[in-house]
């Protein structure tokens, strides 16, 4: 079993930025490919980022090359989204999850966090 737990999201002024954190509970948490999802009112869950635990450079969706970074701390079983350059179309609840696999397909994730708010403003 895998516990996650998201903070760090808010309010913010396009242009802004944002950092998420996620932290992970258990000991197996280097086994598993850790993802950011997005879901904006009346529209489908979106992957936003992967790393995965096989390594090789994460998967970024188009939308956000260049101006989301995810990093891993595996000692503090913490991952970070940092989101620079927010737009209001960035603006979703942020989900944190884990799971055994390299997909982009929230289907394929076994652990989800509780979500965390971002809205950014224009």
């Known amino acids: 079993q895998v516990q996650l737990v998201e903070s760090g999201g808010g309010l913010v002024q396009a242009g802004g930025s944002l950092r998420l954190s996620c932290l992970a509970s258990?000991?197996?948490?280097?086994?598993?490919?850790m993802a950011w999802f997005r879901q904006a009112p009346g529209k489908e869950r979106e992957c936003v980022v992967v790393v995965r635990w096989s390594g090789g450079s994460p998967y970024y969706a188009d939308s956000v090359k260049g101006r989301f970074t995810i990093s891993r701390d595996n000692a503090k079983n913490t991952v970070y989204l940092q989101m620079n350059s927010l737009k209001p179309e960035d603006t979703a609840v942020y989900y944190c999850?884990?799971?055994?696999?390299?997909?982009?397909?929230?289907?394929?994730?076994?652990?989800w966090g509780q979500g965390t708010q971002v809205t950014v403003s224009s």
């Open positions: 999850a884990a799971g055994y696999t390299d997909s982009n397909d929230p289907k394929r994730y076994d652990y």
């Open positions: 258990g000991r197996t948490f280097l086994r598993y490919s």
